[in-house]
C-alpha cells in the first residue's frame, strides 16, 4: 500500500461548481499535513495546512480525520484559474514530506 | 529577491554521460531536497540534505549523487547507472524548525 493515496482525476467541473478531494495515509504517525498546487510542468507551491481543527482560507477548506487516515480539501464557487493538480502531503515528523501524485481539477467555462 | 533557483531549465543527456543539476538558494534555508516527477506521478524523494556536509538517500537514490559542500548550494548528480534518466527534476528548501517548503522551477532531463 503506498504512503500517501490520491485519486488521479481528471476531476472534471463547470466554473462555479464545488468540488473535494480526499488524500489517505497509511502512517498513523504522521504528524502534520499540506496541500501544495502544481500547474502543468511547473514547481508545486504552498496552498495550505491541513490542522486537526480544519482551516479555510477563502473559498478553501481543508480537514484532517486522524481516526480514517484521511484529509480533504473543498473548492467552492470554482474559477478557471483552480485547474491544476492538487497534491496531498504527509510529514513523519522529520521533516522528510511524502507527496501522493496528485489529483488533476479541470475547471471548464 | 530571495529565492531558489535551478539551472538549466532543459538538459539533454547522451548515453553514457554524467550530467549535473544545480540548485542554488539564498533564503539561508538549511534542509535542501532533491525531487523526481515523472509525468502524472508524484514527487519522489532521490536525496536530502539536513545540514552542510551531509546528506541522505531518498526513496530512489540509485544512480545519482549529490554534495553540499555550500548551505546554499546542493547540486545533483545523474550518473550512467541511472537508466531511466528521463523526468521533471525539483529542488526545494526548508528553514530548520519550519514545514513549508519551497521549490525551484524544476529541470527538464530528457535522453538523447
Known amino acids: 500500500r503506498k504512503e500517501v493515496e490520491q485519486d488521479p482525476g481528471p476531476f472534471n467541473v463547470p466554473e462555479g461548481a464545488t468540488v473535494a478531494f480526499n488524500c489517505t495515509y497509511s502512517n498513523s504517525a504522521s504528524q502534520s499535513f499540506f496541500w501544495y498546487r502544481q500547474d502543468c510542468r511547473k514547481e508545486p507551491k504552498l496552498l495550505m495546512s491541513v490542522y486537526s481543527s480544519g482551516n479555510e482560507d477563502g473559498r478553501f477548506t481543508a480537514q484532517l480525520n486522524r481516526a480514517s487516515q484521511y484529509i480533504s480539501l473543498l473548492i467552492r464557487d470554482s474559477k478557471l484559474s483552480d485547474s491544476a493538480t492538487y497534491l496531498c502531503v504527509v510529514n513523519l515528523g522529520s521533516y522528510i514530506p511524502t507527496f501522493g501524485r496528485g489529483t488533476s481539477l479541470i475547471v471548464h467555462p | 529577491d530571495g529565492g531558489i533557483t535551478q539551472s538549466p531549465k532543459y538538459l539533454f543527456r547522451k548515453e553514457g554521460q554524467n550530467v549535473t543539476l544545480s540548485c542554488e538558494q539564498n533564503l539561508n534555508h538549511d534542509a535542501m531536497y532533491w525531487y523526481r516527477q515523472d509525468p502524472g506521478q508524484g514527487l519522489r524523494l532521490i536525496y536530502y540534505?539536513?545540514?552542510?556536509?551531509?546528506?541522505q538517500k531518498g526513496d530512489i537514490a540509485e544512480g545519482y549523487s549529490v554534495s553540499r559542500e555550500k548551505k546554499e548550494s546542493f547540486p545533483l548528480t545523474v550518473t550512467s547507472a541511472q537508466k531511466n534518466p528521463t523526468a521533471f527534476y525539483l529542488c526545494?528548501?526548508?528553514?530548520?524548525?519550519?514545514?513549508?517548503?519551497?521549490f525551484g522551477s524544476g529541470t527538464q532531463l530528457s535522453v538523447l
Open positions: 540534505s539536513q545540514i552542510v556536509n551531509d546528506f
Open positions: 526545494a528548501s526548508r528553514l530548520a524548525g519550519e514545514e513549508k517548503l519551497f
